[in-house]
């Protein structure tokens, strides 16, 4: 079976600029969640979606937001973009608890 | 909110050795997770265990909920088990599937 997928992998825009990064779950799990790992840290919660609701959000502003498609995939978009974005975005999946994470997107804003 | 702590920070070893990394955890869980991180940022499952006791060939872990602590071992060491090991939990009242995660654990295996 496939594994969580994302894209871009890597991805450099200016400051100010929009970005969107895709994930695509588990096949069978309806829940998706978002992480931002900035370097030297442990990954932060942006959002999670479950059946397309929002089931909770983390401490980011309203800059970043997401949805999640009838077939389970998600998006995630930032509007202007600060230097402070730059970090590798992690998507999960889970079809319960246990949560498994996609090889991510390094977003680089100069 | 509840805070995850892990030790140590760094770890060295010999290919060949054991060592034992800690997490504790400042309130209940309903979910606990050990994610290995390799060199390329992917996040690999170790374990899922809120509590109890689970082993996977040179990994072993144990959750001990009540005093709040989980343990991974790694027995055997190689140095492909190098790189940052993460525990992550989802406290008790969320029904968010917020995950937070610990600083981490590097872990550098010498041949």
């Known amino acids: 079976d496939a594994g969580v997928t994302q894209s871009p992998t890597h991805l450099i825009k200016t400051r100010g600029q929009h970005v969107t990064l895709r994930c695509s779950p588990i096949?069978?799990?309806?829940?998706v969640s978002w992480y931002q790992q900035v370097l030297g840290q442990g990954p932060q919660f942006i959002f999670q979606?479950?059946?397309?609701?929002?089931?909770g959000r983390g401490n980011f502003p309203d800059r970043f937001s997401a949805r999640q498609f009838p077939n389970y995939s998600s998006e995630l978009n930032v509007n202007a973009l600060l230097l402070g974005d730059s970090a590798l975005y992690l998507c999960a999946s889970s079809i319960q608890d246990e949560q498994y994470f996609g090889p991510g997107t390094r977003l680089t804003v100069t | 909110g509840i805070q995850v702590e892990q030790s140590p920070p760094d770890l060295i070893l010999q290919e060949g050795a054991n060592s034992t990394l800690r997490c504790n955890f400042s309130d209940s869980v309903n979910n606990l997770q050990w994610f290995h991180q390799n060199p390329w940022g992917q996040l690999i499952n170790l374990f899922y265990i809120p509590s109890g006791t689970k082993q996977n060939g040179r990994l072993s872990a144990t959750t001990v909920a009540t005093e709040r602590y989980s343990l991974l071992y790694i027995s055997s060491s190689q140095t492909t088990d190098s790189g940052v090991y993460f525990c992550a939990v989802e406290q008790w009242s969320s029904n968010t599937g917020k995950l937070i995660f610990g600083q981490g654990t590097t872990l550098q295996v010498k041949p």
């Open positions: 979606y479950y059946e397309k609701e929002e089931r």
């Open positions: 096949s069978g799990h309806k829940s």
